[in-house]
């Protein structure tokens, strides 16, 4: 399907993402090493990281393609499968995990961006986990000072189009590890977790 002029789009569920799992990790690691990932490459690490994750039969890959080239990928997955340590901070904060789908961290090409793509990736994965009945839909956003002199000058947070979409931030913070530019070991990083209401909850006995 066509969004702009030479990009198509490509939607995967589970088992059929595995072909497509060492490009997304190539296109993540690139990407993933700007800010405000600031992620490390290390290895294999982060195809191992796909594959343990999307091997969930629910899961969906959403592709950006430039002819054969993958210029964009946006996964998701129900939070009860995320093998990362969501589901606790989640239910802490009172949003039970079982409810809930993950919205992995979306790449996207620069040369891509601000042609509705974003857009569209949001609303493939919203509408999957819509028809498999989640009530929430999550995604998790490193948080960095504004006066981290790492960030770019001119730099420009996703929040806006999150909450344009419909995302709002929670109370919610929980914490994953990976080693960033200039950090010998892997330390924790804080994320805000973000929702949105896909389907309202069904109303109590009378």
Not at 78 to 98: K, N
Not at 138 to 167: H, K, N, T
């Given at each position: 399907?066509?969004?702009a002029e030479g990009l198509h789009f490509d939607c995967r569920l589970g088992e059929d993402i595995a072909p497509v799992l060492p490009e997304i990790a190539a296109l993540r690691r690139l990407l993933f090493r700007q800010w405000p990932?600031?992620?490390t490459d290390d290895g294999g690490a982060e195809h191992d990281d796909l594959s343990a994750a999307f091997g969930s039969p629910r899961a969906i890959a959403v592709l950006v393609?430039?002819?054969?080239?993958?210029?964009?990928?946006?996964?998701?997955?129900?939070?009860?499968d995320e093998v990362t340590d969501l589901r606790?901070?989640?239910?802490?904060?009172?949003?039970?995990?079982?409810a809930a789908f993950f919205l992995d961290q979306a790449v996207l090409l620069p040369e891509c961006?601000?042609?509705?793509?974003?857009?569209r990736l949001f609303a493939e994965r919203e509408d999957h986990a819509r028809g498999l009945g989640y009530r929430?839909?999550?995604?998790?956003?490193?948080?960095?000072?504004?006066?981290?002199?790492?960030?770019?000058?001119?730099w420009v947070p996703l929040d806006g189009l999150w909450r344009r979409l419909g995302y709002r931030p929670t109370a919610i913070l929980a914490h994953l590890a990976w080693k960033e530019a200039g950090e010998g070991v892997a330390t924790a990083k804080p994320l805000r977790l973000w929702r949105k209401e896909l389907?309202?909850?069904?109303?109590?006995?009378?």
């Amino acid at each position: 399907m066509t969004v702009a002029e030479g990009l198509h789009f490509d939607c995967r569920l589970g088992e059929d993402i595995a072909p497509v799992l060492p490009e997304i990790a190539a296109l993540r690691r690139l990407l993933f090493r700007q800010w405000p990932i600031l992620w490390t490459d290390d290895g294999g690490a982060e195809h191992d990281d796909l594959s343990a994750a999307f091997g969930s039969p629910r899961a969906i890959a959403v592709l950006v393609w430039r002819g054969a080239r993958l210029v964009g990928a946006a996964a998701g997955l129900p939070m009860a499968d995320e093998v990362t340590d969501l589901r606790r901070p989640l239910a802490a904060g009172g949003i039970d995990p079982r409810a809930a789908f993950f919205l992995d961290q979306a790449v996207l090409l620069p040369e891509c961006r601000g042609q509705g793509v974003g857009r569209r990736l949001f609303a493939e994965r919203e509408d999957h986990a819509r028809g498999l009945g989640y009530r929430w839909a999550v995604l998790a956003a490193i948080e960095r000072s504004p006066a981290d002199p790492r960030q770019p000058p001119g730099w420009v947070p996703l929040d806006g189009l999150w909450r344009r979409l419909g995302y709002r931030p929670t109370a919610i913070l929980a914490h994953l590890a990976w080693k960033e530019a200039g950090e010998g070991v892997a330390t924790a990083k804080p994320l805000r977790l973000w929702r949105k209401e896909l389907v309202a909850a069904s109303p109590g006995p009378a």
